[in-house]
């Protein structure tokens, strides 16, 4: 039997076309309605979030962490460059220079003893990416944050119901961003959430959310007129998209122990790799919210010939991020920079097949093919 297994695959797992049905039914599709709430509820009362708010994407959130932190000419960020575009990009419209940070030896996550290094007197906020849903050593990073005065942005797009000694991430640093594209735990299509951890933020936040309106007090009854009063931009997403998420939050309990199930089981039938290739490693302080299986491979070369030995069995593997500060669009400006660790990730990193609805004998099928190619 021949299978074609895609790296990823939308699902639907309870109400979400209900739930769309009932938004036109009750007479609202645009932004802010009772799925919006419903979701940010969600957040604040099972996560104990201070404030969330429900965006177009992780993008957004991250466009909103942007403008809340005033960023001005020769303000510096620090990010990691093994990251995706958007944990950069959304400084760079800004003005921010960014100063680019390496991933762990052990982890592709950056790595939080290069950090001190990079900060200047110009240095105005980190962004942490919690990669794969794996927690960066906050205590450390919030150290830093005391230390220098600076604000820190939790890209944790990936980070869905992970923690980092108890705490869930998107809840620890100043502002927190979550992702529910297509390919995350928990999906809607385009989606995300800002949650504003700090209350100095909270106002500015839903003025930005609102086109640079005060509409959202207007809704509350606390003003009689509204009016265009600061920067913002259309960041909250359609009652379409909301109903869908909310769909998936009534079920995350079910989507989280099933995607646990995956990692596992990938786990359990790679173990006798492990002196071959580099297989995840979770450290003590950080949980596993299973977003996603990956393995490092040698070399650059090896991987190319593991992606197509794998795709000529009708697997599609793919590679993850190509280090920002070598992307044709920020490299003119990086070229002294030497980051390895962000270029072995680069080159070696393979992730495998990942989503709600694959078997556990296609699960059995995958490794088996991964292991026939190391031996
Ligand atoms: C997916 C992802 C994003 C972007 O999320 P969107 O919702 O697609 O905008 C940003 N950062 C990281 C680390 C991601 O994995």
């Known amino acids: 039997m021949r299978y074609k297994i895609p790296f990823n695959k939308p699902y639907i797992i309870g109400n979400e076309i209900a739930n769309i049905k009932l938004s036109v039914a009750q007479g609202q599709i645009s932004g802010n309605g009772i799925f919006t709430k419903k979701c940010q509820t969600y957040f604040e ?19 909103m962490s942007a403008l809340l932190l005033e960023i001005k000419e020769g303000d510096e960020i620090i990010v990691p460059s093994y990251t995706f575009v958007s944990s950069a990009l959304a400084f760079v419209r800004e003005g921010a220079k ?18 001190e290094e990079l900060i200047t007197p110009r240095t105005k906020a980190i962004v942490v990416v919690h990669y794969a849903g794996v927690a960066v050593d906050m205590n450390k990073i ?28 998107g809840s620890i640093g100043h502002l927190g961003c979550f992702s529910f594209h297509e390919t995350k735990n928990l999906q809607c299509g385009e989606g ?18 609102e086109k640079g309106t005060n509409r959202a007090e ?123 660790y962000s270029d072995l990730y680069t080159e070696r990193l393979v992730r495998l097949p990942f989503y709600f609805e694959l078997s556990d004998e296609k699960i059995e099928f995958i490794s088996r093919q991964v292991i026939n190619f190391y031996t």
Not at 98 to 115: L, N, Q, T, W
Not at 148 to 162: C, G, K, R
Not at 193 to 207: M, P, Q
Not at 278 to 283: C, G, Q, R, T
């Open 192 to 209: 995300g959430l800002l949650s504003v951890n700090d209350d100095k933020f909270l106002s500015r936040a839903e003025i930005i959310w």
């Open 218 to 340: 207007f809704f509350r009854g606390e003003i009689n007129k509204y009016g265009w009063v600061d920067v913002g931009s259309s960041f909250l997403p359609s009652e379409i998209n909301a109903a869908f998420l909310w769909g998936q939050l009534e079920n995350s309990q079910k989507i989280q122990n099933q995607r646990k199930h995956i990692w596992h089981l990938y786990n359990q039938f790679l173990e006798p790799l492990r002196e071959k290739v580099k297989l995840p490693v979770i450290p003590d302080y950080a949980t596993n919210n299973a977003h996603m299986y990956y393995l490092v491979c040698n070399s650059a070369e090896e991987r190319t010939r593991l992606l197509s030995h794998l795709r000529n069995n009708g697997i599609q593997a793919v590679f993850h991020y190509l280090s920002l500060h070598k992307s044709k669009f920020m490299r003119k400006n990086y070229r002294d920079v030497n980051l390895p």
């Open 142 to 169: 919030m150290a830093l944050a005391i230390k220098y005065n600076l604000l820190i942005v939790e890209d944790a797009a990936q980070a869905f119901d992970s923690y980092y000694k108890g705490k869930p991430l």
């Open 45 to 63: 009362e099972k996560y104990g979030f201070n404030k969330c708010l429900l965006t177009t994407s992780c993008t957004d959130a991250l466009e």
């Open 98 to 115: 960014i100063v680019f940070c390496d991933s762990r030896e052990d982890h592709p996550g950056m790595d939080e003893a290069k950090i």
